[in-house]
């Protein structure tokens, strides 16, 4: 796992990045961002990556945390991908190999097989509708959410030096 970890931060910095949660290394965070031409440019895509302990013989659990309009991801942020059965999985594979098959189908849905068969019917049936909607749930929720939070950590570091310079005992 640490040798992963490694790769990914080394080789990959361009298509995803990861971080250890909690000093766990059986417990990452992968970031994606959303490609360009897609609705899903310039979003930031959160995943939670569980390693089980018998890794890479069983399948990592993977899952979106950010909140995305997509064929393939359903409403509790699980991804449909043969890679992330326990039938498409085999100790070859790596969290990498998961993670860029996760990219990938950002770009080119699986619409034949549809985790979300609404969405995807959307997706053949009307394109544009997909795509303004996955747009607009990626500004809501890829975008703005990180602008929030942001702006939160912005007001709190503020709110500490004012009671700083001003020694409010509260």
């Known amino acids: 796992i640490q040798k992963e970890l490694r790769d990914a931060s080394m080789n990959h910095a361009n298509d995803f990045s990861v971080t250890v949660v909690d000093n ?3 417990h990452w965070e992968g ?3 959303g490609e360009i ?3 899903y440019e310039n979003g930031s895509f959160y995943v ?3 390693f089980p302990f018998n890794y890479p013989s069983r399948v990592p659990t993977v899952y979106f945390k950010t909140k995305i309009y997509h064929p393939n991801v359903g409403d509790n942020g699980f991804i449909g991908l043969e890679i992330l059965c326990p039938r498409g999985w085999n100790v070859s594979k790596t969290i990498i190999d998961v993670l860029l098959d996760i990219k990938s189908v950002l770009k080119e849905p699986y619409v034949c097989d549809s985790y979300n068969p609404t969405i995807g019917n959307q997706y053949k049936d009307d394109y544009e509708e997909f795509f303004r909607t996955a747009r607009e749930w990626t500004e809501i929720y890829a975008t703005w ?3 929030i939070k942001s702006l939160r950590k912005k007001m709190f ?3 500490v030096i004012y009671k700083l310079i001003y020694k409010d005992p509260n």
Do not use: G, H, R
């Open 24 to 26: 766990d290394m059986f």
């Open 31 to 33: 970031k994606l961002i």
């Open 37 to 39: 031409e897609t609705p």
């Open 48 to 50: 939670d990556i569980k």
């Open 145 to 147: 959410f990180l602008i």
């Open 157 to 159: 570091f503020f709110s």
